[in-house]
């Protein structure tokens, strides 16, 4: 694993809420049983060591584990155990040197006599024939916590790696539902093109020919479009441009367009094939089958970190039950696929206007 993907697993591990109150929970326990097992006058040191140890297994243990310079998400079991006793043991020898440094000097348990200074006192570790070689207290600490990140390390690393195998998974799935809503919707716009042409063909015969040949650089558009996985909108625009200027020499002056869009508005990346089906919708079933026609508005805002990509129409109103088509049906399924539940998409009536608009939350 790389160090752009360790230090966000990283960050993960620490913010996560599970994971901190875990460690509050048996750190609290550890000092409680200090308390209660040890002499008085426990030291700040000595209450803050748990906690300490216990951050530090959980961000740093699982580290020597995920490094591997290259995009695999976990090392060898031979370098894994090599990268994780050198790195563990350096930063538990650190933690503990830190606090004996800190720790004040402990006072004589009662009934036993004061140490003696100089050459004569005794050492700690001297040999003693009747009780046998004595590990310091450190020392034993230092090795049980280096062991313990050696295994919990490897456990959350291979957690982790699990995750982020399924993560991906769940994203190429994801990704193949799209492109396949997306590959359905591409003809669909084609056939309602051709129905709209097919009502030139008897009416004015010249301007079925010129629409023929617009539907054909309408074809080529949507084509590079569709092959996109995300696009800005100024690419929408002008796909959207070149279909209006289809159903304009069809509808003539029953179509009104109007734009309401911000300079900004250009720069907003989304996938391919949002803003045409809502105003393809708005066309076939507002104001193609009105005998007045009516209004196109287009329109894009942007309000508390989320775009609205709006559509609204005058002429044929929704009924009580309106009923959405297949771009639409399409479009709302593609916004849940992107956005994973945190998008949304409405269709309403207000006043002489049927509004379709989708809502996003802008990622940082």
Not at 13 to 30: D, Q, S, Y
Request: net charge neutral; with cysteine; hydrophobic share 45%.
């Amino acid at each position: 694993m790389r160090q752009e993907r360790i230090s966000s697993t990283l960050v993960r591990r620490v913010a996560g809420r599970a994971n901190l109150a875990i460690i509050l929970l048996v750190g609290g326990m550890f000092c409680l049983f200090r308390f209660t097992m040890g002499p008085p006058g426990v030291s700040v040191s000595e209450i803050a060591l748990p906690f300490v140890l216990l951050l530090g297994h959980l961000a740093l243990a699982p580290l020597p584990w995920q490094w591997t310079g290259d995009d695999a998400p976990m090392a060898g079991l031979g370098r894994g155990i090599l990268q994780s006793l050198l790195f563990n043991a350096a930063w538990v020898a650190l933690v503990l040197g830190v606090h004996q440094l800190a720790s004040p000097p402990r006072p004589p348990r009662p009934g036993e006599p004061p140490p003696r200074e100089g050459p004569q006192a005794p050492s700690p570790d001297r040999f003693d024939p009747g009780r046998g070689p004595r590990t310091p207290p450190i020392l034993g600490l230092a090795l049980v916590n280096v062991s313990f990140a050696l295994a919990f390390g490897w456990v959350f690393a291979d957690k982790e790696a699990t995750e982020a195998r399924e993560r991906s998974m769940a994203g190429l799935l994801r990704h193949s539902r799209s492109r396949a809503l997306q590959n359905q919707l591409e003809p669909h716009v084609l056939f309602n093109a051709l129905n709209g042409l097919s009502e030139l063909v008897h009416d004015d015969p010249l301007a079925a020919e010129e629409m023929i040949a617009r539907l054909a650089d309408l074809y080529r558009m949507l084509t590079r479009h569709s092959e996109a996985d995300f696009v800005p909108l100024a690419k929408e625009r002008l796909l959207v441009e070149a279909y209006l200027a289809m159903e304009e020499m069809r509808l003539g002056e029953r179509l009104r367009v109007e734009w309401r869009w911000p300079a900004w508005a250009d720069a907003v990346v989304l996938p391919p094939l949002f803003l045409q089906p809502l105003v393809e919708n708005a066309i076939k079933h507002g104001i193609s089958p009105c005998g007045a026609g009516g209004d196109l508005r287009i329109s894009c805002a942007r309000e508390d970190g989320s775009v609205a990509l709006a559509v609204a129409n005058t002429g044929t109103a929704l009924g009580s039950a309106p009923r959405q088509g297949v771009g639409l049906a399409n479009l709302e399924a593609r916004l849940d696929l992107w956005m994973e539940g945190a998008g949304s998409f409405t269709l309403v009536q207000d006043g002489p206007w049927t509004v379709a608009e989708v809502r996003w939350k802008e990622k940082a």
